[in-house]
T-cell receptor, first 110, second 118 residues
Framework: GQQVMQIPQYQHVQEGEDFTTYCNSSTTLSNIQWYKQRPGGHPVFLIQLVKSGEVKKQKRLTFQFGEAKKNSSLHITATQTTDVGTYFCAGRGSNYQLIWGAGTKLIIKP | GAGVSQSPSNKVTEKGKDVELRCDPISGHTALYWYRQSLGQGLEFLIYFQGNSAPDKSGLPSDRFSAERTGGSVSTLTIQRTQQEDSAVYLC????????????????FGAGSRLTVL
């Protein structure tokens, strides 16, 4: 079946360093969504990318959707403590179901 | 309502008992989803509803799990004869529609129901 692989599973960074998480699909996606889950919280929608090669920015967050619509990335510049949490990608497959990545946990080193 | 409401927020039960988890989606949202999240893990899809019908039940882990939605609104997830491996947070989400319409398929999640089976 369709799968979305998300790496890395964890990323430890010093506050102020950058963070990146990557998602790769085995098949072409119609769109991809990103969600953030704070510790103890529930996933919250961040953004949806639809077009091939699309790049969107939200302040320090940059989201990309690959040309082949099979991969996506989220890059955070100069991480802050408020960025802590798990970031999930979710791609919409051929049957319109969302296929979720396993998530990348952003941890700020003390 | 303004958001997705789930109840109970916490449920502790004994092995073998039945439990019911309730989800009240955002008013007007036709699609409703149930997910399960074990501690520190990702989201496991269970079932979704479009209106009152459930086109995809493939994610339900066993026949002890069932869900229904009445009146196109409130949904109940029932777990019969609970087992310790059922312990998890059960998340409900809703979206305006199911499908690829721009923006209409964005999921809004509830705070979840944490189930502990002793």
């Amino acid at each position: 079946g369709q799968q979305v692989m998300q790496i890395p599973q964890y990323q430890h960074v010093q506050e102020g360093e950058d963070f990146t998480t990557y998602c790769n699909s085995s098949t072409t996606l119609s769109n991809i969504q990103w969600y953030k889950q704070r510790p103890g919280g529930h996933p919250v929608f961040l953004i949806q990318l639809v077009k091939s090669g699309e790049v969107k920015k939200q302040k320090r967050l940059t989201f990309q959707f690959g040309e082949a619509k099979k991969n996506s990335s989220l890059h955070i510049t100069a991480t802050q403590t408020t960025d802590v949490g798990t970031y999930f990608c979710a791609g919409r497959g051929s049957n319109y179901q969302l296929i979720w990545g396993a998530g990348t946990k952003l941890i700020i080193k003390p | 309502g303004a958001g997705v409401s789930q109840s109970p927020s916490n449920k502790v039960t004994e092995k073998g008992k039945d439990v019911e988890l309730r989800c009240d989606p955002i008013s007007g949202h036709t699609a409703l989803y149930w997910y399960r999240q074990s501690l520190g893990q990702g989201l496991e899809f269970l079932i979704y509803f479009q209106g009152n019908s459930a086109p995809d039940k493939s994610g339900l882990p066993s026949d002890r799990f069932s869900a229904e939605r009445t009146g196109g609104s409130v949904s109940t997830l029932t777990i019969q004869r609970t087992q310790q491996e059922d312990s998890a947070v059960y998340l409900c989400a809703s979206s305006l529609v199911f499908g690829r319409a721009w923006g209409a398929n964005v999921l809004t999640f509830g705070a979840g129901s944490r189930l502990t089976v002793l």
